[in-house]
């Protein structure tokens, strides 16, 4: 009896412990989201910035749009490491875009055009929980007319305070208009990894830290199980002797 009754004891305190890992949970708004330039184009080349950093345990970052033709929501960037991307004075991640807004309507086939209000959004996420960690929200609004060139016009509904960056950046320029968006170094990932005076990466102390914790709750429940295992089989031994 009584080893059963800690086999069922061990069990239940695995259980939890994987579940407080591996448990969605809705993702909370964290701050806004500045698009640059904020006022372009559906050809524009676009910079995403969060206002602040993702919490701790976060490890990546994906950005998604939605609104008209893109309902159920549309990838701006995949899922990327958070450690890739620039960071501002405050924190936030200077986030390029892999394409344009009118390239990604194309891709879906949106053959009307982008039109109305879009709601832009930086979602935070850990490698191994699965939960959104909290999200960075933005909105762009597009002219129903198609403006010279045959491109449709957006302005950016931005914070009042524009996110500083901490180092240099390029200048991407805007096709179809006079505007230029801020955009740092292109590389076959996306853009150019962000390094500390020391060369570590910017984002590196929240990655680390979010895997570490996430590691370390698996593996206490891992030698919980075998050590209960272990006890039963020692117990059992011990009745047959």
């Known amino acids: 009896m009584k080893v059963r009754w800690l086999a069922a ?11 407080a890992v591996a448990s969605p949970s809705y993702a909370s708004t964290l701050g806004d989201l500045t698009v640059t330039p904020a006022n372009g184009n559906d050809s524009s080349v676009v910079v995403i910035t969060t206002s602040g950093p ?5 490890t990546n970052v994906i950005a998604t749009i939605t609104g008209s033709g893109f ?3 549309q990838n701006l960037i995949g899922n990327s490491p958070l450690r890739i991307y620039p960071r501002t004075t405050k924190g936030g991640y200077i986030i390029p875009l892999q394409y344009t807004f009118g390239d990604v309507a ?4 949106v053959y009307k055009g982008l039109t109305g209000s879009y709601k832009v959004v930086a979602t935070c996420r850990g490698v ?3 939960t959104d960690l909290g999200q960075f929200t933005g909105t762009v609004s597009f002219s129903n007319k198609v403006g010279a060139g045959g491109y449709r016009n957006y302005v950016a509904k931005n914070p009042a305070t524009a996110p500083v960056p901490t180092q240099g950046t390029l200048n991407g320029q805007t096709k179809g208009s006079g505007s230029s968006a801020s955009q740092p170094v292109q590389t076959p990932q996306g853009l150019s990894p962000s390094t500390n005076g020391d060369g570590t ?3 590196g102390s929240n990655s680390d830290s979010g895997i570490g914790r996430e590691l370390l709750f ?4 891992i030698i919980l199980m075998l050590a209960a295992a ?4 020692r117990s059992q031994s011990a009745k047959r002797s």
């Open 128 to 130: 191994i929980k699965p």
């Open 71 to 73: 309902e159920s929501g």
């Open 106 to 109: 194309k891709l879906q086939r």
């Open 230 to 233: 272990l006890y039963v089989r």
């Open 54 to 58: 993702c919490p701790r345990e976060a």
């Open 9 to 19: 004891l061990v069990s239940t305190i695995v259980m939890g412990v994987l579940f």
């Open 218 to 221: 698996v593996g206490l429940a």
């Open 201 to 203: 990466d910017s984002a």
